[in-house]
């Protein structure tokens, strides 16, 4: 896939949030907002933005995916037509593989057609975010603080689509104070996969419980990932473990700035504890 | 029992769960996945791997398109040869043939070498149907034939019994005493197959890949089974898919090396037996008549409805040890004689009669390991795509898919009922998780089957959106408009 190759360092992005993000972890948009402008990058957000379409397109209802995949890029093209953005960011490995690699697959049977080209356009400009940050402006210390130790899990667009891996690596790298652990089998897919999560519930959570093995066997504080949908997946297992570990989005490790100072003491992973809800609950 | 036998015709969730729920089945996956990956790697890393994935790429898709030709080249050399050739449309009429060929021979004992073909038409069936007696001899083949079920892998057959549960099988059925050591049982199946090989009429096996210009079968064992097949009984038969050809003597080298490291990564397996005719005048040894079956079996129906990339496959079974669903419940939860990655793609398209095929397609998270280790570079993803999207097209999509992807994409086309979806089911989900400790622990059906082993969180109270929004009037008082009309400027389109 061709990236365009900046001459100057681009100074403005559009944000393409993810839909997930938006709704459910917000907390990940305004990292990604802040850290942005912490390294001198404005960020403009379209409001029209929703969903990039990938549901639909991995279940196979290509005319719907087309159509949320026509309305992103007429909302984002212009944009960069018009020199009014650099460059689109995304916080999601997913996101931006159908944005970047799958729109194009879903015109391609037209490729005289002016929605092919566009794509095209958009896919040359639309960068994750760790990528952008590491491959277009250079950075491989965003001057972020974390107390504890940090292990970093392969989310499968992000590294077999956009073959992703060494730019989140060295951004965890150098966060001082962090001690960064490899995750064995790291690689290995979580058992997320979209609709793949319910309609193959078993293997899919046997995939995760493997993940969340491993997470234990490696035991870190938490596990950095480039995917909210990979990390809803990981937390859900790890919650209902009751593990101590956490997934939490790299943006909001790279745009931490806290100590922690102590670590907590350890939950064992067979009893889970659970504070009483209500009063009748709790037993004399 | 830990060598109960699973129903491959049973419903796709049943064999899944029934997989999911063997203990023993998922140590055996797992310790042997595990193993054949980390020795592909190893093998493949020891030469030029991507070098020579390129050049099997490019050797394959020469077959493909010179498709034709190369068979009747393969044809006309193997006839000059003295071989028999016949050409079956599908699986009928290729066990006719064979049926045929067996009874002219007055064929009594069939020994047969390991063979995905075979299995595919469901040989044996007919052959014992007929009152003759069919041996497997590749080692694996021949346990799970004992036990009386199919092959789980595409080399190894065997994959799902641990060591313990094979010497369970070899006492039960052989009469070994107990142990639990390779060597002996290796012996023992050793001393029962030689006598097979003594006694049979007939050879059968399958073909890794047969040489168009010299009109030669090759076939690929640890064991040498496969070159006793083809030259100790009377009668030899080969069983080719027809995408199984190489057109030079060099291609065929390339192919093999690609296949020895790729399944076992092996840098060369211990036998290449290369099969060019029957006995000719003056030869020591060899079958006195000598039969190649062509088998299409909806092999170029797959290339007329744009699954070519499929039929390159060379069988090595490196996207089933990768893959992180095949580790899980194994082969014979794809009911299919093909399983993982390749099998998932390939029995949908092949006239096999798996039961609920349609939903093997689905069966994958797309996370690509498959086609980083395939040796030809299929994008087995990509192929799993194109498949849903034929089912979605021929309208065979599940009707809750149908229902939720409407009403996914009127929502998801218009900001105003995306973002009031968005507070709707930040209420709901948010007054839900006040009562299960601050997540989802329940969901409603069909969502349901996600809460029974994971929470959910619930949505956010302020959208992104929202707090960009607030954010961006914050920073208006502060610091004037020029911040923020650019921003509207973006978001007026």
């Given at each position: 896939m061709h990236k365009k190759q900046f001459t100057n360092r681009p100074g403005r992005v559009a944000l393409f949030v993810t839909c997930m993000v938006d709704m459910i972890y917000p907390a990940v948009g305004m990292a990604t907002v802040e850290l942005l402008e912490r390294l001198g990058v404005e960020t403009i957000f379209p409001t029209e933005q929703t969903c990039c379409g990938q549901p639909a397109f991995n279940a196979g209802y290509r005319d719907e995916a087309r159509t949320l995949a026509e309305r992103f890029i007429n909302i984002f093209e212009p944009l960069v037509r018009n020199n009014q953005v650099d460059a689109i960011v995304v916080p999601s490995g997913s996101c931006a593989t159908m944005t970047s690699h799958f729109y194009t697959v879903l015109f391609e049977d037209q490729p005289a057609s002016p929605l092919y080209k566009r794509a095209q356009t958009l896919a040359a400009v639309t960068f994750e975010l760790t990528e952008f940050l590491v491959d277009v402006l250079g950075v491989s210390d965003v001057g972020s603080r974390f107390q504890g130790k940090v292990t970093y899990h392969a989310c499968c667009h992000l590294l077999r689509e956009l073959k992703i891996d060494q730019q989140p690596r060295q951004l965890l790298a150098n966060i001082p104070g962090a001690e960064v652990v490899e995750l064995n089998e790291a690689a290995d897919c979580c058992g997320f996969g979209g609709l793949f999560a319910i309609k193959?519930?078993?293997?899919?959570?046997?995939?995760?419980?493997?993940?969340?093995?491993?997470?234990?066997?490696?035991?870190?504080?938490?596990?950095?990932?480039?995917?909210?949908?990979?990390?809803?997946?990981?937390?859900?297992?790890?919650?209902?473990?009751?593990?101590?570990?956490?997934?939490?989005?790299?943006?909001?490790?790279?745009?931490?700035?806290?100590?922690?100072?102590?670590?907590?003491?350890?939950?064992?992973?067979t009893t889970p504890e659970r504070a009483p809800r209500r009063w009748q609950d709790v037993k004399e | 029992m830990p060598t109960a036998v699973i129903d491959l015709h049973a419903p796709y969730q049943e064999r899944v769960d029934y997989a999911l729920n063997n203990k023993h089945l998922r140590t055996a996956l797992g310790r042997a996945t595990g193993r054949m990956s980390v020795q592909r790697v190893n093998a493949m890393t020891a030469v030029d791997g991507e070098a020579l994935r390129d050049q099997v790429r490019q050797m394959k898709e020469y077959v493909l398109r010179h498709w034709p030709a190369l068979l009747e080249q393969l044809e006309s050399n193997l006839i000059a040869n003295g071989v028999q050739v016949h050409w079956a449309r599908d699986a009928a009429e290729a066990n006719a043939i064979i049926l045929d060929i067996a009874r002219r021979a007055n064929v009594k004992k069939v020994v047969k070498a390991k063979s995905m073909a075979t299995e595919e038409i469901h040989l044996n069936h007919t052959l014992e149907e007929a009152g003759m007696t069919a041996v497997e001899s590749d080692l694996g083949e021949y346990i799970i034939q004992l036990?009386?079920?199919?092959?789980?892998?595409?080399?190894?057959?065997?994959?799902?019994?641990?060591?313990?549960?094979?010497?369970?099988?070899?006492?039960?059925?052989?009469?070994?005493?107990?142990?639990?050591?390779?060597?002996?049982?290796?012996?023992?199946?050793?001393?029962?197959?030689?006598?097979?090989?003594?006694?049979?009429?007939?050879?059968?096996?399958?073909?890794?890949?047969?040489?168009?210009?010299?009109?030669?079968?090759?076939?690929?064992?640890?064991?040498?089974?496969?070159?006793?097949?083809?030259?100790?009984?009377?009668?030899y038969v080969a069983l080719?898919?027809?995408?199984?050809?190489?057109?030079?003597?060099?291609?065929?080298?390339?192919?093999?090396?690609?296949?020895?490291?790729?399944?076992?990564?092996?840098?060369?397996?211990?036998?290449?037996?290369?099969?060019?005719?029957?006995?000719?005048?003056?030869?020591?040894?060899?079958?006195?008549?000598?039969?190649?079956?062509?088998?299409?079996?909806?092999?170029?129906d797959m290339l007329r409805a744009g699954y070519g990339e499929a039929l390159m496959c060379i069988r090595c079974g490196a996207c089933l040890n990768v893959c992180p669903v095949y580790r899980e419940i194994g082969g014979h939860a794809y009911g299919s004689t093909y399983s993982g990655p390749i099998g998932a793609v390939i029995s949908p398209l092949l006239p096999m009669g798996v039961t609920n095929v349609g939903k093997l397609p689905h069966a994958s998270s797309l996370c690509g390991a498959c086609r980083e280790a395939c040796p030809v570079k299929i994008d087995l993803p990509r192929l799993l795509l194109d498949l849903r999207d034929d089912q979605v097209k021929e309208g065979e999509g599940a009707f809750f898919d149908r229902t939720a992807m409407f009403g996914f994409v009127q929502t998801m086309k218009s900001r105003t009922r995306y973002e009031q979806a968005g507070k709707l089911a930040g209420i709901a989900t948010n007054l839900m998780a006040n009562f299960s400790g601050g997540n989802l622990k329940f969901m409603p059906p069909p969502l349901n089957g996600w809460t029974q082993s994971r929470d959910f969180p619930p949505f956010a109270r302020k959208s992104f959106r929202e707090q960009w929004a607030e954010r961006q009037g914050r920073r208006r008082s502060i610091q004037g408009e020029s911040l923020s009309s650019i921003a509207q400027k973006g978001n007026k389109v």
């Open positions: 193959n519930a078993g293997i899919s959570t046997a995939m995760g419980q493997r993940k969340t093995r491993n997470l234990a066997a490696s035991d870190a504080d938490i596990v950095a990932l480039c995917d909210v949908s990979c990390m809803t997946h990981i937390n859900g297992l790890l919650n209902r473990q009751a593990q101590r570990c956490r997934a939490v989005h790299i943006a909001e490790v790279l745009n931490s700035q806290v100590d922690v100072a102590e670590r907590e003491p350890s939950v064992p992973v | 036990n009386n079920e199919p092959p789980s892998h595409i080399v190894a057959p065997v994959i799902h019994r641990r060591l313990e549960d094979i010497a369970e099988i070899l006492q039960e059925k052989l009469d070994m005493p107990p142990t639990l050591d390779p060597e002996v049982m290796c012996a023992l199946a050793r001393a029962k197959l030689r006598q097979e090989f003594l006694t049979a009429d007939m050879g059968v096996s399958g073909c890794n890949f047969a040489i168009a210009e010299s009109g030669t079968i090759c076939l690929v064992t640890n064991e040498g089974n496969g070159r006793l097949t083809s030259t100790m009984p009377r009668v080719m898919g027809i995408e199984k050809l190489v057109p030079t003597i060099e291609d065929a080298f390339l192919q093999y090396q690609a296949l020895c490291r790729s399944s076992t990564g092996q840098q060369t397996t211990v036998y290449l037996s290369m099969t060019s005719g029957p006995r000719q005048a003056g030869d020591a040894d060899g079958p006195e008549e000598m039969h190649v079956v062509f088998l299409d079996n909806g092999r170029s």
